[in-house]
């Protein structure tokens, strides 16, 4: 290769390809050889036929990032929460980007560079046509992906910084981390009031493993924690009257956002401080989800596969059936996801709630960490729209190995609704029992039949209270959870 290089070039006669003198294959060969060695080590070529000043630049900078990969790779097998937070920071995440974009223009000029070191005009006609090709071809593969890797890490950065909080972290609560979940559809008069679903998320905080609480928008006569702006306002319960449910709260507290100083969404904080005086509870954050923009989740991702039992009306209360999801096992658009989560024609609001989590689970084991990368831009702009959260920046992280470890676990639920739990007057002591057997459950071998439940066919009868999870009517009607199994896949 040396002589291949350094060898003087010699002038060979016009050839057929004409256009003025030419130079031999050995020539051609060597403005070819220069610029590989210019995309497998960046400023080789130079040391050997340029710029020995540039070129030690070029390989110190790409043998100081080889050597900065493998030690992140390193600690990344060692510590993974290093990689999480690497993905999260958004300081990080900038520096990368600006080193990304100029490690694209760096690379691109020292390739341009090995094309001239080649002396592509004392070349035969076809053999520069060639040469500017290959070196088109290396430039745009080359700095095309770096680029494009810097825009990835962009969008992520933006979608941290716009999405998380600043905030501080929470701990985890008795090793759990119990994130509430609210949905409702967006618009100026809707938004953030009276919330469709409320659901809580109780995570182990070293395993993953994910317990799923639902309630009932419709709850009455329930308590708030002692201390709480709530329980200052109602020290015997929530029991105003038919009109004081569960989901009534934020418009409640949004009537008397004087009470609620110092909390940026009144709203939120009192349905937090509902939610855990009903289940025992101390909430770590919320999450507030945006159905419109689920629904571009969802098609984001390519759809979500379900198994649709009956079939589901697509518009209806207040407005006309419009079309129906019909039933079988298949991949659901967005738009047909979100009316399978939402309809409540013909159904009530206890089937609507079984439907959710069956959502819910599927999302959580199919978006596979291949369709986030496939479709990173995608999501991030649907999970913008999506998403109103106070997860802090500083939890990101956490929360990040908590999904992927999660994904490899059955998500266990538990839906407080008839017959189990009457909504008009809820046995709080009994709520609060399921809730501590569900987190904590006794060992396989000591489960007995009021604890261990199971999916069953379809000509049996519903089941009884088990003290554990709860049974629903509208469940049974639309075959979802029939009986609120502790392994939510089994229902769905």
Same mark, same amino acid.
């Given at each position: 290769?040396?002589?291949?290089?350094?060898?003087?070039?010699? +002038?060979?006669?016009?050839?057929? @390809?004409?256009?003025?003198?030419?130079?031999?294959?050995?020539?051609?060969?060597? /403005? !070819?050889? #220069?610029?590989?060695?210019?995309?497998?080590?960046?400023?080789?070529?130079?040391?050997? +036929?340029?710029?020995?000043?540039? @070129?030690?630049?070029?390989?110190?900078?790409?043998?100081?990032?080889?050597?900065? /990969? !493998?030690? #992140?790779?390193?600690?990344?097998l060692v510590f993974d929460s290093f990689v999480f937070w690497l993905l999260s920071s958004p300081p990080v995440l900038g520096t990368v980007r600006v080193g990304l974009m100029a490690l694209a223009v760096g690379w691109a000029l020292l390739l341009v560079d090995a094309w001239r070191l080649g002396e592509p005009l004392g070349l035969r006609r076809k053999q520069r046509l060639a040469m500017v090709g290959i070196n088109g071809v290396l430039c745009f593969v080359v700095a095309g992906s770096l680029l494009f890797a810097s825009h990835v890490v962009g969008v992520q950065r933006d979608l941290v910084s716009t999405m998380f909080a600043d905030g501080t972290t929470v701990g985890a609560h008795d090793g759990r981390y119990n994130v509430l979940l609210l949905g409702g559809d967006s618009g100026a008069d809707r938004w953030g009031m009276r919330p469709d679903s409320i659901s809580v998320a109780s995570i182990d905080a070293e395993t993953g493993e994910t317990v799923l609480f639902g309630l009932p928008r419709n709850m009455l006569n329930f308590p708030f924690p002692k201390g709480s702006v709530m329980h200052e306002q109602f020290p015997d319960g929530y029991d105003c009257g038919p009109e004081c449910e569960l989901n009534s709260l934020a418009t409640w507290a949004a009537d008397h956002e004087s009470l609620f100083a110092g909390y940026a969404d009144p709203g939120v904080e009192a349905t937090k401080e509902g939610v855990e005086g009903i289940t025992g509870l101390e909430i770590n954050y919320y999450a507030m989800v945006n159905l419109q923009g689920f629904e571009r989740l969802v098609d984001a991702v390519g759809g979500v596969e379900l198994t649709v039992r009956d079939r589901i009306p697509i518009g209806g209360i207040g407005a006309p059936v419009t079309g129906y999801v019909e039933p079988g096992t298949r991949t659901l658009s967005g738009f047909e996801t979100l009316w399978f989560a939402r309809s409540r024609v013909a159904a009530d609001d206890y089937s609507r709630m079984a439907r959710q989590k069956c959502v819910m689970n599927a999302m959580l084991h199919q978006l596979s960490p291949r369709t986030v990368v496939m479709n990173f831009e995608s999501i991030a702009q649907a999970g913008e729209a999506l998403i109103t959260t106070d997860i802090p920046q500083g939890d990101v992280d956490r929360f990040m190995k908590l999904a992927l470890q999660a994904r490899s676990q059955p998500v266990r639920t538990v839906s407080f609704v008839p017959p189990m739990i009457s909504t008009g007057d809820p046995d709080i002591d009994k709520i609060h029992a399921a809730v501590d057997k569900a987190v904590d459950p006794p060992e396989p071998a000591e489960k007995d039949s009021g604890t261990t439940s199971t999916t069953p066919a379809p000509e049996e009868k519903a089941p009884q209270d088990t003290g554990t999870t709860g049974g629903s009517l509208g469940n049974l009607r639309d075959g979802y959870g029939a009986n609120q199994a502790e392994d939510l896949s089994s229902a769905c």
């Open positions: 290769m040396a002589s291949v290089l350094t060898e003087p070039p010699r +002038a060979t006669p016009r050839g057929p @390809g004409g256009g003025g003198p030419g130079r031999s294959p050995h020539h051609f060969r060597r /403005a !070819l050889v #220069l610029m590989l060695m210019t995309l497998v080590v960046p400023g080789s070529a130079q040391l050997v +036929a340029g710029s020995k000043r540039v @070129g030690r630049v070029a390989v110190r900078v790409w043998a100081g990032l080889w050597v900065a /990969a !493998l030690l #992140l790779f390193g600690l990344g």
